[in-house]
């Protein structure tokens, strides 16, 4: 079978962004080990790029898209656009489908659709550079709305005055131009996360429970995975947020639960990643979905999936199977290799 690994061209000197080089190559290696013949497509912007990449789609004719596009012309607004391309030109593509890329992008709507369903999540109010009035009791959690791998977020995102609030809202609407600000109430308490990931016959498989801890952390500084934990190796951060799995006292039953009951509503698919807070008194809050979670061979995921027995080719092949299992109408399903 073949596959097209398609990916967005990175931005040269953020960590974040050539962070896809790094997925890019470990799908490539997975799919050596299955023995796969698979070609990779960057992804770049501006006019006629979509048609470009339909085109040596079209000539290399592959049985299923590898989608590892993560933004477009380095919006992250546009990171569920080229699934409606894939979806549209009918080729079978990993990961989750476009309407839940978009609810899952925008952390403002997925609240709201978590909330809906009875999700717990904390309250939340959305900052688009008018006059509001606040609803939510401080401390706030301010971060952008659309970003994803902590970008954006510093220990300066957590404000306990509604003047600084209103300062930081402005720095970083102007910082983020056009995107929306969430305001969100800090939960206080533990970092988790919950690993998913599909099943070809439907539903997902839950991997334990991992928890991030702060480890010697200075008196008064905020326990959050900012962007320097995520990114910059040297850093405090980095090197103190060590993860365990199975964590002591949170209640893991009823967390499997949660993010598996979340999958489905999301109509998630391939692979995902909850992000949740546990507060002092043991609630728990999701609160951001990721559809399709960084996937690098050092990555939180790929950590959750050996730690569960998968290896890393297993994870790759079931990814792919839930492409193959699902339902794109279109050419792209009357292929030889789909």
């Known amino acids: 079978m073949k596959i ?10 953020s960590l974040d962004s050539e962070n896809v080089i790094d997925e890019r190559l470990f799908v490539e290696e997975c799919l050596a080990e299955l023995g796969w013949e698979y070609k990779t497509f960057p992804v770049g912007s501006g006019p006629g790029f979509i048609n470009e990449v339909l085109s040596k789609l079209a000539e290399f004719s592959p049985g299923v898209v590898f989608n590892l596009v993560e933004s ?3 919006n992250q607004r546009f990171h569920p656009a080229m699934a409606g391309v894939f979806e549209m030109a009918g080729y079978p593509y990993t990961g989750a489908p476009y309407d839940a890329l978009v609810a899952t992008t925008d ?16 309250d939340w109010q959305v900052y688009k550079g008018t006059p509001f009035e606040m609803n939510i009791p401080p401390p706030w959690f301010v971060k952008p709305a659309w970003e994803d791998a902590s970008i954006g977020i510093d220990d300066g995102c957590i404000v306990g005055d509604e003047a600084l609030l209103r300062e930081k809202l402005v720095l970083m609407a102007e910082k983020h131009p056009g995107q929306p600000i969430l305001i969100e109430k800090y939960i206080d308490g533990r970092e988790l996360n919950v690993a998913l990931l599909g099943r070809p016959e439907g539903g997902a498989e839950a991997f ?6 702060f480890e010697d952390w200075p008196p008064g500084k905020p326990r959050i995975i900012n962007y320097a934990a995520k990114w910059h190796e040297e850093s ?9 799995f199975n964590p002591p006292g949170a209640p893991l039953d009823e967390i499997k639960r949660m993010v598996l009951a979340a999958w489905d509503i999301f109509n998630l698919r391939g692979y995902a990643r909850a992000d949740m807070r546990m507060d002092n008194e043991g609630k728990v809050y999701i609160l951001e979905l990721n559809a399709n979670p960084c ?3 050092w990555s939180g995921y790929i950590s959750a999936a050996k730690e569960m027995g998968h290896t890393p080719a297993q994870v790759i092949k079931r990814i792919i ?3 193959l299992a699902a339902k794109n109408p279109g050419p792209g399903r009357s292929r030889e290799d789909g």
């Open 4 to 13: 097209a690994i398609v990916y967005n061209e990175p931005r040269k000197g």
């Open 72 to 74: 477009i012309g380095a």
């Open 107 to 122: 952390k403002a709507l997925a609240k709201s659709v978590m909330r809906s369903h009875g999700i717990p999540t904390p």
């Open 208 to 213: 334990q429970v991992a928890e991030l801890l």
């Open 236 to 244: 405090l951060e980095y090197e103190n947020t060590p993860r365990i």
């Open 295 to 297: 996937i690098g061979p």
């Open 321 to 323: 199977e839930s492409a």
